[in-house]
């Protein structure tokens, strides 16, 4: 702005905008395109050089006001100036400037004013810590009108490459004449990520799949924080270059208001603020006709602005919107593409083949070799690893943290280590801080989501492994304090929660196992973990006492593959339950499904917990008939486990409670355990299995009748009663079958195969064999493969083979070591009937060798092995 030192303007009045139109013309000396700069004299000197010479650069032409430039007073110069110009741009420091006589403004906003409706580019200098509070306000008061923007800049260098850029966008847009533009933009611009992407195959052509489709227009990848959505849209995109007119990057991370997203939208394709018009509205005019992909990039903590791009779309119908966000947008037309976690290396022992075939462990090992060079997978490290990247959910950022790690520790040492996971950062300077370390990444997600979310992001973090919607509605609300449907909808919207498929109707939910950690936290923090992990293990009991009715019933699939998807949370809640002392929950939480634990092979897990169950102090306060069920389940277990004769007692006690209460169900299976203390041949042993088996018909429970009449033939094949195996057997086979319990049904078969063996009909033996066999392999049941392999190694005595049979023995009693059980009673005396025969064959020291190689195999193995020498 001129700072003039002359009297009062005065002389014929101004003819541009804002001035009448009376007076003389006062023309520039030459007819381009004008361009009038308005700043101080003195204090902007170098300024107006830098911006006069970048309005040169671009063949236009600088109007600037200098002071006795021209005989005519300083006001109707710069307003006759200002009136033929095409373009105003203002430059702003500290100095208001000059207010002449007659003026209540000074001569900079005077000129300001007198610009409106004109093009207008103004730039404020920053910092300015001295400027004068009338030019502060009046920057204020333009930001606040919203017509126009305010760009800073830090010295006369960089604001002439402002001027320059600004300029050429300004004109080719507003005047359709051919300006070119800034370096980079006009074709759009991609960053490369720092190294390659692993997998994703089927997600990279699923969305450019999407986006080759015109009708298609917006494509959101929505996931967790780490999963790789940046990536996988940078990849799309540079797959799709080639096809578009033009390909830009928005980068989004660092916007925290969503009124500023459109002019991150326009700075990336290189639109700068012009007049009144909104930001969008000239991006849309610099895209209109070209088929142009805008890459949207953590949309997430701005998702209010989506209904903005949403807009710009419909005013550009050729572009297209690939949009990354932790969270869906909600928006018409939106087509969204879940990201997962990297495929991880299946359960159990793997190779290093196995674990470089999954995703997760290609990834790890690349990052690993990235951090170590010297890193390989070899038969030490390839289960490390494995194990690793599963407890890391296939997580990428995850495992590429813990990878790097591997130059200070090898794999077998990090896996103790990641119950710090949250916490690990990553060594690469240029990380962005969101991403630095996985608390970070979450903590982001968790930011974004109301109090509300929050609440039941918390408190659903005691779920072990999944939950379906009644448990989130038992666990999630608090008095009723949340609609848990709604919330639980937002958190699978910002993607930390991730809904999974369940059994018939029956969704189920989830959270990575990290963000179940940060979760965890936040519910300790909130001082709400043992009110919440209480009506979570009050919920599950509830269930189970559903389910063991439900397991006995026409649905018993269903509720078996429902108690099988709560395996996990029953056993957690059964430990915090013993652990706070809670004998009657811990009793609700487990006695209702004995058929399922036993069914699962965790009854060497369950014989532990029972006995501390039993000597918690709450439990001297346990009702009578839930006292008498945890006498019962320590007792049996023993007797289970080896240790008959630490049972006979406690079983004595529950057969007369039972009695004095009329409990059938009780009294049978307690009467059923009492026997299996006794061998075989004690005169006590099959009264006492009829009456167990009388009374749990009586229960009415036909898969406990079933157990039990299986145990009854077990005595029966020890001695040597056949008919009686096969009546009893053939009872309990139908019962279990109309249970819809293959286990105890595979174990019966073994029983009458075994049976018909000794009787003479091999015919009917491999009949009865190959149904158990394929019920073994169904149910996948070491105890029963067990039992299996004591048949098939009869099968090879009888042949003569007794090498082969010792080692078939040998196998089964290695597989019945590795669950920690024991043989019953009539099936030990079988066993030893089956080892006399074997050394009388063999010889002591021959059938240790056999049986210890037999030992060394793996059973299903050996009963492959077995079958086919059988056969042969």
């Given at each position: 702005m001129p700072a003039p030192t002359g009297p009062a303007p005065t002389g014929p009045a101004p003819t541009g905008p804002g001035a009448p139109a009376a007076g003389p013309a006062i023309a520039t000396p030459d007819r381009r395109l004008r361009v009038f700069v308005s700043s101080t004299l003195e204090e902007l000197a170098e300024e107006r050089r830098a911006v006069r010479d970048a309005v040169a650069r671009l063949r236009l032409t600088p109007v600037l006001f200098?002071?006795?430039a021209r005989p005519h007073p300083p006001r109707d110069l710069y307003r006759a100036y200002l009136g033929q110009s095409d373009v105003f741009v203002g430059v702003y420091g500290d100095r208001y400037g000059w207010v002449g006589p007659g003026m209540t403004v000074s001569g900079l906003e005077d000129e300001l004013e007198l610009s409106a409706g004109m093009p207008r580019l103004l730039y404020v200098r920053t910092p300015a810590p001295d400027r004068d509070p009338r030019l502060s306000r009046l920057i204020e008061r333009v930001q606040a009108d919203g017509g126009v923007s305010t760009t800073p800049y830090r010295d006369p260098a960089g604001l002439a490459e402002l001027v320059a850029d600004d300029l050429a966008v300004l004109l080719s847009e507003r005047f359709s004449r051919a300006a070119p533009a800034p370096p980079g933009l006009a074709a759009g611009w991609l960053p490369t990520p720092p190294t390659p992407m692993v997998d994703r195959t089927a997600e990279l052509a699923a969305v450019t799949g999407l986006l080759r489709d015109p009708a298609v227009r917006l494509v959101v990848l929505t996931g967790p924080g780490g999963i790789g959505k940046t990536r996988l849209a940078l990849a799309a995109a540079a797959a799709l270059e080639?096809?578009?007119?033009?390909?830009w990057f928005v980068d989004l991370a660092a916007v925290r208001d969503p009124a500023d997203v459109p002019a991150a939208v326009a700075e990336a394709v290189g639109v700068s603020a012009e007049g009144s018009r909104p930001l969008l509205e000239q991006v849309a005019d610099r895209l209109a006709g070209r088929r142009a992909l805008l890459v949207v990039d953590n949309l997430e903590q701005v998702a209010a602005a989506a209904p903005d791009l949403a807009a710009l779309l419909s005013r550009c119908p050729r572009t297209q919107l690939l949009v990354t966000s932790r969270s869906v947008l909600r928006l018409r037309g939106e087509h969204d593409v879940p990201i997962e976690p990297l495929g991880t290396p299946p359960p159990g022992e793997v190779r290093p083949a196995d674990v470089a075939a999954a995703a997760a462990g290609e990834l790890f090992v690349a990052r690993a070799r990235q951090a170590d060079p010297a890193f390989a997978l070899t038969a030490d490290t390839a289960g490390p690893v494995a194990e690793l990247v599963r407890r890391l959910d296939g997580l990428p950022l995850a495992v590429e943290l813990v990878a790097a790690r591997v130059r200070t520790l090898p794999p077998r040492l990090l896996l103790p280590r990641l119950d710090r996971a949250l916490d690990l950062g990553d060594p690469d300077l240029d990380a962005p801080d969101r991403q630095r370390t996985l608390r970070a990444t979450i903590a982001w997600s968790h930011d974004l989501l109301d109090e509300r979310g929050r609440a039941l992001l918390a408190r659903l973090s005691v779920c072990a492994d999944g939950w379906a919607l009644d448990t989130a509605e038992a666990v999630g609300a608090d008095d009723g304090d949340l609609d848990v449907l709604d919330v639980l909808s937002d958190l699978v919207g910002h993607s930390l929660v991730t809904p999974t498929a369940g059994d018939g109707d029956e969704p189920r939910f989830r959270m990575l196992e990290l963000v179940r950690a940060y979760a965890a936290e936040r519910l300790r923090e909130r001082g709400e973990e043992e009110a919440t992990r209480a009506r979570w293990a009050r919920h599950l009991a509830a269930l189970g006492a559903r389910a063991g009715a439900g397991l006995a019933?026409?649905?018993?699939?269903?509720w078996r593959a429902r108690v099988d998807a709560e395996l996990a949370d029953l056993r957690a809640a059964l430990r915090w339950a013993v652990a706070t002392d809670r004998?009657?929950?811990?009793?609700?939480?487990?006695?209702?499904?004995?058929?399922?634990?036993?069914?699962?092979g965790l009854l060497p897990v369950m014989a532990g917990l029972a006995e501390q169950t039993a000597a918690l102090p709450s439990a001297a306060a346990l009702p009578p008939d839930l006292a008498a069920r945890l006498r019962w389940a320590c007792a049996a277990l023993r007797v289970t486990l080896g240790s008959p004769d630490g049972a006979v007692d406690l079983l004595d006690d529950v057969v007369t409670d039972a009695r004095l209460r009329d409990d059938a169900w009780l009294l049978g299976h307690g009467l059923t355990a009492r026997a299996m203390?006794?061998?075989?041949?004690?005169?006590?042993?099959?009264?006492?299995?009829d009456e167990g088996v009388a009374q749990l018909r009586r229960s009415g429970?036909?898969?406990?009748?079933?157990?039990?009449?299986m145990l009854r033939g077990a005595v029966a094949l020890a001695r040597g009663d056949l008919a009686a195996v096969d009546r009893v057997d053939g009872e309990a086979l139908e019962l279990a079958r109309a249970a819809g319990d293959d286990r105890i049904a595979a174990l019966l078969c073994d029983a009458l195969a075994l049976s018909a063996l000794l009787a003479g009909d091999p015919a009917r033996a491999w009949a009865r064999l190959d149904e158990a066999v394929a019920l073994h392999r169904c149910t996948r049941d070491l105890q029963g493969v067990a039992a299996c392999l004591e048949v098939l190694a009869g099968l090879a005595v009888a042949a003569g083979r007794h090498a082969a049979a010792a080692r078939l023995a040998g196998a089964a009693e290695s597989a019945r070591a590795g669950l920690g059980v024991a043989l019953w009673s009539p099936h030990r005396a079988l066993a030893d009937r089956l080892g006399e025969v074997l050394r009388a064959g063999l010889g002591a020291e021959e059938e240790?060798?056999?049986?210890?190689?037999?030992?060394?195999?793996d059973p299903w193995q050996a009963l492959d092995e077995g079958l086919a020498a059988a056969r042969a």
């Open positions: 200098e002071l006795g080639p096809e578009r007119d033009g390909t019933g026409p649905e018993a699939r269903l004998a009657e929950l811990a009793v609700r939480l487990t006695a209702p499904l004995v058929r399922w634990w036993w069914a699962h203390t006794l061998p075989p041949a004690d005169p006590r042993v099959v009264p006492l299995l429970d036909g898969w406990s009748q079933a157990f039990a009449g240790r060798r056999e049986r210890a190689a037999g030992a060394a195999l």
